[in-house]
């Protein structure tokens, strides 16, 4: 035992009850003397040996000390003597998690949850985080095993739907949105009926939604986010019928709700832009992996990038991540340094690398969906010199209306309810494809929306042989497995089609601003 002559907090514990020992370390930690409590906590235990708090504190105080290996078989040994150990369960699960053991996670919380007792918060704690990690089926299947067992929770009912359309069960995800409609108070401010709107192509107005969102529409009691999403659902199913004029109403009432909520800055943006276009290329490169490839899809959002990523993830050798928020996180981190240094360098790929790559497939090709990545090409190439980078682009006017008819999370896409902050992305997202063409015209390959839907399997091959996948039918194979995390949750697992080119112009009658937006030069004409 640690003599108590050399440490007085512990020669003040000698003969304390486990509780005290405990208070002792949580006051050291929050004085930030991480070492007294690392010792205080140490010998706490060696006091009461099969103590479970004093071996949980010391399992968290190690990780805040960035050691991670000594905290995770603690947290083993714990959840031997303990399986139903929550808590345990659960920061062990985290750990697991900034370390990209995303199958490890899922296996952690699993053998949790095989135990009785569980409550349903934990059950829900289980299911956001799972769904953090990448893993819907599990994440599901937590909500599907409570609900099978009587729960009629509306969270689970929820989370369930939103988790089934993301692995393309969309019959389960329609059940279990109805559900919720049915028997929430919450169902709106959850934007339930655009999840429902989502999940099918209406032929007609006979269709039972249509007098279902309309009667949402006239709730006294719901408040104005909850009435944008009805007003986007309505959209939804009007457009889908044709009713273009009733479609463009509902936009406008739903996209000034959203537009006078959100605060996002056409100009900080526009300086960020242009700090990219006059950044110097990174003088040092990560030295590249030959085990595995990174593939990065980028572009405007709603420009192609998820029908792209679903097709090349049916090949057997490609995983999808979806869209990950690592590199950006990262890139900032490299951003705040004016030349960043080969430590920091390596250190992010190393980060992100382990984020992509996980302990779940032998994939040799990953691809990061991430569109707004076309902002960090540079970073990307100087972390990944092999990363291969598919730049998206559309018709101006066709992804604009496409992204003023989404209703995005909060925070996320803000600019997409004003048609000229539209246009600023999509005319900045054209001006870095070209700059980072003409600096690195060999690791992108520039893919138009209009060639992808006029012709898949062309462009299909062109970008198999390019990224040297082993030859794979593209179409044939049955649509993957992959979560897909995008608005198009629905239509991405379609067969390619071509209705969606020039639809701006059944809107330009009611929304003279489409007109207004134009192509960049290079883009307006085939590329080189």
Known sequence: MTDPAVHPYIANLTGAVESEWLACARMLVSQKKMADALAVLRAGIQAYPSSAELRLA??????????????????????????????????????????????AVAETLRALFAQPGQDIEHRIQAIELLDDCGRPQEALALCEESIAAGCNDSRLHVHAGRLASQLGQFELARRRHSFVLEHSEQALAWHVPLALAELQRYADRTHPDFARFSALLQRTDANTPERA????????????????????????????IRHASVRWSRKLWRRSVEARLQRAPPAYQHAASTAWTPIFIVGAPRSGTTLIAERLARHPLVCLRGEQNWFPQLASALDDEARPSRALIDQAAN????????????????????????????????????????????????????????????????????????????????????HWMQRYAASIHVLRYEDMVADAGACLASISAWLNLPPHDLLATSASTSTLRTASLWQARQPVHNRSVGRWKHYAPFLPELGRIRDLAPFSSPLP
């Open 58 to 103: 010391l399992a968290g105080s190690l990780l805040e000390q960035d050691l991670p290996r000594e905290a995770e078989s603690i947290l083993h040994a714990l959840l031997a003597e303990h399986p139903g150990h929550a808590a345990a369960a659960f920061l062990l699960a985290r750990l697991l998690h900034g370390e990209g053991r995303m199958r």
């Open 229 to 256: 999403g009805v007003l986007f659902a309505l959209a939804k199913a009007y457009d889908d019928t044709g009713d273009y004029a009733e479609a463009a109403g509902y936009l406008r009432d739903a996209n000034a």
């Open 351 to 434: 980060i992100y690398a382990r984020q992509l790559h996980q302990d779940d497939s032998d994939a040799q090709w990953f691809i990061d969906k991430q569109p707004f990545n076309f902002m960090h090409v540079d970073r990307i190439l100087a972390l990944f010199p092999n990363a291969r980078i598919i730049y998206c682009v559309r018709h101006a006017r066709d992804n604009a209306l496409s992204l003023w008819m989404q209703s995005f999370p909060a925070g996320v896409q803000d600019f997409a309810y004003d048609l000229n902050d539209i246009a600023a992305v999509i005319h900045d997202a054209q001006r870095l494809c070209v």
